[in-house]
């Protein structure tokens, strides 16, 4: 097929333009353009309803952009022959409510999709599988089952279950927001020394101290449209539009939450009920 | 009359009681308790009933049961799936087909197929065969409901989940959505295991070989022979001794379900 050339070479690992959104009547994305850098770590913040997660699911398709174009890692997504399965493959996703298939372990949450979609044996999906667990610090816990692990627990299997692909992107939309504080900054350790790694990351999030210290750029977006964008200290720092400002001291007022360190294996406790 | 709210009720129970205890002690009296053990229990009649009510005739049941069971599970997976399909038609076809068999008496699917078929194609059925899509026919369109009910329930993230790793919509549905709807459906699955094993009983219409008699069928048989309800009798008890340990079971599933929430 002409528009999965996997190896092609790109520059820009996310290109949108003029992309628009409709729910029905409801207008959520009015003509977005912007675009993500190989290697680029890109935060997206702004209030409730601009339409940040909409943004991020027009990536990979999870929503049907209703006009423009987006292209991902040289291919284009929004092509209508596009093999939507292959581009997914090579975008991790990590949702807000964690998403683990619960019927699952860890370690199966890791291979299933290895196994099924890049038809790896399973001593090869296995092999990725415990590397990624234990590049989230969580290599004890692959036999156990996803009602078994702490809310920060479940994020970091459902983050090394994306890895486990080997995608060259990583689309995060508020991956702590559902986590109670004290587990938070596990998983934003997790998610810095993925960056520091190099990998391409788009992150929705209200964690202000990781836009801030991580993020190569921020994106404040409001009423379905990009405000401003730029360096997190002239977005966050200086912001230039009043809406911007507004925002930022609702959201800087509580003592914003430290970004954690590398955590260790052990578990932090809480068990949490889906 | 100035009786209490309390003392009237105690009055009411009180006349309810003496009620129930008077047509005990009149049943006691009147009824010829002789003739009645003879007729619904007689020991030395059960006796002889074993072990061919059980070596045949519950066998029999149990497998019935099960083919009806297995076949209608498969065929009621496929048309749950082509219920929920995008493709109308085959919606259309799933939904007439449920509220077809939903609406129309098992005893006439097992007529249909157990003497129509043979007479309108002029094939012999094999009896087992007869009874496999006779009783999977009719549960399938249950179980159908029950299916898609359970698919529904799966949480849209699951999907999206899937979908976001690049497995396909039918691949999402096989390793994710599917495995996870049964789970939720297991207890009514399990209920309607056992409206089957009852229904099970219809295979008395077929006209069975002594070696295919199930349970029904073959109480009945004995009915003749001994001119006792007591073979009626014992096939009701073996008929609780698969439904009881079922229903238990619904029951304890579904306390898994209620807390695993
Ligand atoms: N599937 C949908 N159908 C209809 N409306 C939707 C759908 N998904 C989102 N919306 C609407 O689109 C708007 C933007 O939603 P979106 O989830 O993108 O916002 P958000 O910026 O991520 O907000 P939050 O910070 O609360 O997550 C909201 O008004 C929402 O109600
Ligand atoms: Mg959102």
Redesign the pocket.
């Known amino acids: 097929m002409a528009t999965d050339k996997v190896s092609a070479p790109y520059s820009r690992a996310i290109e949108v333009s003029g992309l628009h959104k409709s729910?029905?009547a409801?207008e959520?994305l009015k003509g977005i353009d912007f675009s993500v850098g190989r290697g680029e770590v890109v935060c997206v913040i702004?209030?409730?309803?601009?339409?940040?997660?909409?943004?991020?699911?027009c990536v990979n398709l999870l929503?049907e952009p209703t006009a423009g174009k987006v292209t991902v890692a040289g291919t284009e997504v929004t092509h209508p022959d596009v093999d939507i399965d292959r581009v997914r493959r090579r975008i991790g996703m990590v949702f807000?409510s964690f998403n683990l298939f619960p019927h699952l372990t860890a370690l199966e949450n890791l291979t299933i999709a290895q196994r099924r979609v890049l038809r790896r044996d399973k001593t090869g999906a296995d092999k990725v599988a415990r590397a990624n667990l234990a590049r989230v610090g969580l290599s004890d816990k692959e036999d156990s089952y996803p009602a078994q692990l702490s809310g920060g627990q479940q994020q970091r299997v459902a983050i090394a279950r994306a890895l486990s692909m080997e995608p060259e992107l990583m689309l995060f939309?508020?991956p702590t927001?559902a986590l109670d504080p004290e587990l938070v900054g596990d998983v934003l350790a997790v998610m810095r020394s993925l960056a520091d790694e190099g990998m391409t990351m788009l992150v929705?999030t209200?964690e202000m101290s990781f836009a801030r210290e991580v993020a190569d750029r921020v994106v404040f977006?409001d009423g379905?449209v990009i405000v401003e964008e730029g360096s997190p200290e002239r977005v966050v720092g200086d912001p230039q539009h009043e809406r911007t400002r507004t925002f930022l001291a609702r959201v800087l007022d509580p003592a914003a939450a430290e970004v954690g360190e590398v955590p260790d294996t052990g578990p932090s406790g809480k068990r949490v009920d889906r | 009359m100035s009786l209490s709210k309390r003392q009237r009720t105690r009055v009411i129970r009180g006349s309810q009681y003496a009620l129930l205890a008077a047509i005990v002690a009149v049943v006691a009296l009147v009824a010829d308790w002789g003739q009645l053990r003879r007729a619904f229990f007689d020991v030395g009649i059960a006796r002889e009933l074993f072990p061919g009510i059980l070596a045949t005739a519950l066998v029999n049941t149990v497998l019935y049961t099960l083919l009806g069971f297995g076949f209608g599970l498969v065929l009621g997976l496929i048309l749950a799936l082509m219920r929920l399909s995008s493709v109308p038609p085959y919606r259309w076809i799933a939904v007439t087909y449920i509220e077809f068999f939903r609406g129309v008496p098992a005893l006439l699917v097992f007529i249909a197929l157990g003497f129509g078929v043979p007479l309108a194609f002029e094939v012999a059925l094999d009896q087992y065969v007869t009874v496999m899509l006779s009783l999977g026919l009719v549960g399938a369109a249950y179980m159908a409901e029950t299916i898609r009910a359970g698919i529904l329930a799966v949480p849209k993230g699951q999907t999206e989940a899937a979908r976001s790793l690049g497995m396909s919509h039918g691949r999402a549905m096989v390793s994710i959505v599917i495995p996870q709807a049964f789970r939720i459906v297991l207890p009514p699955l399990t209920n309607e295991l056992i409206l089957l094993t009852k229904d099970s009983s219809l295979v008395y219409l077929l006209g069975l070989s002594l070696g295919q008699y199930e349970l029904a069928n073959f109480g009945r048989d004995a009915l003749n022979e001994y001119k006792s309800l007591t073979p009626i009798l014992v096939a009701g008890l073996l008929y609780l001794v698969i439904t009881l340990p079922l229903g238990h079971l619904v029951r304890r599933l579904e306390a898994r379900t209620a807390k695993a929430r």
Not at chain 1, 46 to 57: F, V
């Open positions: 729910f029905g409801l959520v702004g209030p409730s309803g601009s339409g940040k997660s909409t943004l991020l699911r929503e807000q939309d508020e927001s929705v209200h977006m379905g």
